[in-house]
């Protein structure tokens, strides 16, 4: 078995554009020499994104169908996933217990992926999110590379040097990851030597810089990890490849972008590395069984004062009144840091000589020739993450990992709401609010009529994650499930899909209390 193979053995929404610069694929190998890109379906306007509103409104001016229950668990169950955290001696010594995953498209293809994967080099599980813009492929690359740099950056001097010199014998490498992935998550088997290249230089520098015996900290290797992917991410645009469908390839990586949200969990000490607008809440029970959140991750956009102070303080006092516009770096894109987005990082020249060597599928797009106005000082757009550390409590019960469209749909509090209350089967009744509707004695009755047929449907869904995404997508004004709302939105053509929510993805993960109770007992003897 080649060495590459080896080492990767088991690899089975408009932030900015409203339609991708690059077209992503399923089967990528229909991008041959002399392939031409799709025409794209949506209007030129392609630079301005909607802005989401917290609450659906579905009309009779919508061309959708009614599903029938079935249907709608068939779509809603399409792409769900689960993974059980295996028991040893008929006990579970792992913090972890296990995570629930599901993704609901908006974008024809969704620009959305997740990971997981368990650490087999070192200790710990990885949880991502990777929420892409103008196209999927530079998410699609996340998805497949962010946790082997994550997992290099994490081994020991030593460890790294047992790695190269067995790749210099070619002898056989034991796996650094265990993935736990959907069969939809696939990877793009053409690329993986590149990759393998490309990470095999990371920890040859890694060798360089570091000393025998040395260990890293979690927080540095999450830094590195991301700060380096997206280097690589940017110079292997840069230098192309002779392959022809692999030079188009890191193009459409390079030229798109992604936000990255990921969890690492070793034991009690949880690490959150995130870059862009995804987010990670603990769901926390209280005394009295009830569920409160607790956010462990900002946005980084707009709506976050310190990130506006830090992108104005990195430019000239010039560029005030433009590098922020709309909410939007430089009027365009939402999120303030990324992947990928290299028309955001490089150079005016740098971008024009990329793209006159490339192939001749750039040059039949008018996106990537088009240069974002006010662009005097580059780089605008950082992939760098914000690192956040908590220490596990036993009445912390579950992560909810989720890509924007989860969160501009429900409140924090109510995901955590819904997410404890269906892992618990225990239900908070609180007080029957109807929003400062005007409702009739009759609609009343209906209402608290479907509080009760929704206490007894709870276990409808055996995923979690599909749970919450039938509330994310079918809640009505009065915070229940409305199952015409919910059919109509599931049946909308892809055209106005987008135009009412964005692709989904969820992580929930669940946490061991008793075995978090031991270890922190034991940490305090």
Not at 237 to 249: E, F, I
Request: charged share 20%; proline share 6%.
């Amino acid at each position: 078995m080649p060495v590459t193979s080896q080492l990767l053995r088991g690899l089975p929404r408009a932030k900015v554009f409203a339609s991708g610069v690059f077209p992503c694929q399923q089967h990528p190998t229909q991008f041959g020499p002399g392939a031409r890109r799709p025409a794209s379906r949506r209007p030129p306007h392609v630079w301005q994104r909607h802005q989401p509103s917290r609450s659906y409104r579905t009309t009779s001016a919508l061309h959708s169908y009614n599903l029938t229950p079935p249907q709608v668990n068939s779509i809603l169950k399409a792409n769900e996933y689960s993974f059980k955290v295996p028991e040893f001696d008929g006990k579970n010594v792992s913090s972890v217990m296990g995570f629930e995953s599901n993704q609901l498209p908006a974008n024809a293809p969704i620009e959305d992926r997740r990971s997981a994967a368990t650490c087999l080099q070192t200790r710990g599980m990885l949880l991502g999110v990777f929420d892409g813009h103008a196209g999927c492929a530079c998410a699609q690359a996340l998805s497949e590379r962010l946790f082997y740099y994550i997992a290099v950056s994490l081994l020991p001097h030593n460890t790294l040097c047992e790695l190269e010199a067995a790749v210099e014998a070619g002898r056989a490498l034991s796996p650094i990851l265990q993935w736990h992935k959907h069969p939809n998550d696939y990877f793009s088997r053409e690329a993986q030597t590149l990759y393998f290249n490309s990470l095999r230089t990371y920890w040859q520098e890694l060798i360089d810089l570091t000393s025998p015996g040395e260990v890293p900290e979690t927080r540095e290797a999450l830094m590195n990890a991301f700060k380096r992917l997206d280097s690589d991410i940017s110079l292997e645009a840069q230098v192309g490849d002779p392959n022809a469908y692999l030079h188009y390839w890191v193009l459409r990586v390079a030229f798109s972008g992604a936000t990255a949200c990921v969890a690492h969990i070793d034991g009690s000490d949880l690490f959150i590395a995130n870059a862009g607008d995804a987010r990670a809440v603990l769901g926390v029970q209280e005394e009295d069984g009830s569920f409160s959140a607790h956010t462990l991750s900002n946005d980084h956009c707009a709506q976050n004062e310190d990130e506006v102070s830090r992108i104005r303080g990195e430019h000239p006092q010039s560029e005030r009144k433009t590098v922020i516009r709309q909410d939007r770096l430089l009027g365009l894109l939402m999120p303030f840091r990324a992947f990928g987005d290299v028309k955001f990082k490089w150079s005016i020249e740098l971008q024009k000589r990329v793209l006159e060597s490339g192939p001749d599928q750039l040059h039949e797009n008018e996106q990537t020739k088009f240069i974002p106005p006010n662009y005097h000082t580059p780089p605008y757009l950082t992939a760098e993450p914000e690192i956040t550390y908590h220490k596990l409590r036993p009445q912390d019960r579950f992560l909810v990992i989720g890509s924007d469209g989860l969160w501009e749909t429900l409140h924090r509090q109510e995901v955590v709401r819904i997410v404890g209350e269906y892992l618990t089967g225990v239900h908070q009744r609180q007080p029957l609010t109807v929003g400062g509707y005007k409702v009739t004695l009759g609609q009343m009755q209906g209402l608290l009529a479907e509080r009760k047929a929704r206490v007894s449907s709870a276990f409808e869904d055996q995923n979690s994650a599909t749970h919450l995404m039938r509330h994310a997508v079918g809640n009505n004004e009065f915070g229940t499930v409305d199952h015409e709302r919910l059919s109509k939105m599931l049946s909308l053509p892809e055209e106005l899909a987008r135009m009412y929510r964005d692709d989904i993805t969820i992580i929930i993960t669940q946490f061991n209390p008793h075995v978090i109770g031991a270890q922190r007992q034991e940490g305090q003897s």
